[in-house]
T-cell receptor
Framework: AQSVAQPEDQVNVAEGNPLTVKCTYS??????LFWYVQYPNRGLQFLLK??????LVKGSYGFEAEFNKSQTSFHLKKPSALVSDSALYFC????????????FGKGTMLLVSP | EAQVTQNPRYLITVTGKKLTVTCSQN?????MSWYRQDPGLGLRQIYY???????DKGDVPEGYKVSRKEKRNFPLILESPSPNQTSLYFC????????????FGQGTRLTVV
């Protein structure tokens, strides 16, 4: 069975500082990996994905994520946080071998202070 | 504008009273799914559909039904709602099941009393 772990319920960072939101995954084959963001009272919005190729993936709003196969991780990063980045972030994984569903982590709340 | 539209946004109902939450997408996507979001549990998939007349159970299908008679619509049906189905529900669609990103509706907050 596939799974996603987001070990931090909340991440606090000051505006202008770099941020990292952690994600590790488990699949039997190779993964498709996604990050989504949820703002209050809104649905989830796609940020970025890793399918194949370059391990560093760039996405929307200045976010990027690094795929590390040996550590089975896909951490979300941004060099300089904005207060407007404060939101709930979800990592998700799907096994590329066969037809599997998309499994989400429990989410990490990012709070950026002015 | 590309979008996934859910209705209603908010619903309070009583135990046992059948209800339907509608979901419609205008992107001609093949794949649609329903999730519920609960605090500390993240999103869990209820049902999904790979195309018209093709549906299958997700991780938490008990107490729910779906249908996919048209490509654009994927309603979620609760035949006899119970309080443990109080949750925030999201419909999502994507071009295919595999490596394409999902588009989410704005959510339906359901309270069953």
């Amino acid at each position: 069975a596939q799974s996603v772990a987001q070990p931090e319920d909340q991440v606090n960072v000051a505006e202008g500082n770099p941020l990292t939101v952690k994600c590790t995954y488990s699949v039997s084959g190779n993964p498709y990996l996604f990050w989504y963001v949820q703002y209050p009272n809104r649905g989830l919005q796609f940020l970025l994905k890793y399918i194949t190729g370059d391990n560093l993936v760039k996405g929307s709003y200045g976010f990027e994520a690094e795929f590390n196969k040996s550590q089975t991780s896909f951490h979300l990063k941004k060099p300089s946080a904005l207060v407007s980045d404060s939101a709930l972030y979800f990592c998700a994984v799907r096994d590329i071998s066969g037809y599997s569903t998309l499994t989400f982590g429990k989410g990490t709340m990012l709070l950026v202070s002015p | 504008e590309a979008q996934v539209t859910q209705n209603p946004r908010y619903l309070i109902t009583v135990t046992g009273k059948k209800l339907t939450v509608t979901c419609s997408q205008n992107m001609n996507h093949e794949y649609m799914s329903w999730y519920r979001q609960d605090p500390g549990l993240g999103l869990r998939q209820i049902y999904y559909s790979m195309n018209v007349e093709v549906t299958d159970k997700g991780d938490v299908p008990e107490g729910y039904k779906v249908s996919r008679k048209e490509k654009r619509n994927f309603p979620l049906i609760l035949e006899s709602p119970s309080p443990n189905q109080t949750s925030l529900y999201f419909c999502a669609s994507s071009l295919t099941q595999m490596n394409t990103e999902a588009f989410f509706g704005q959510g339906t907050r359901l309270t069953v009393v």
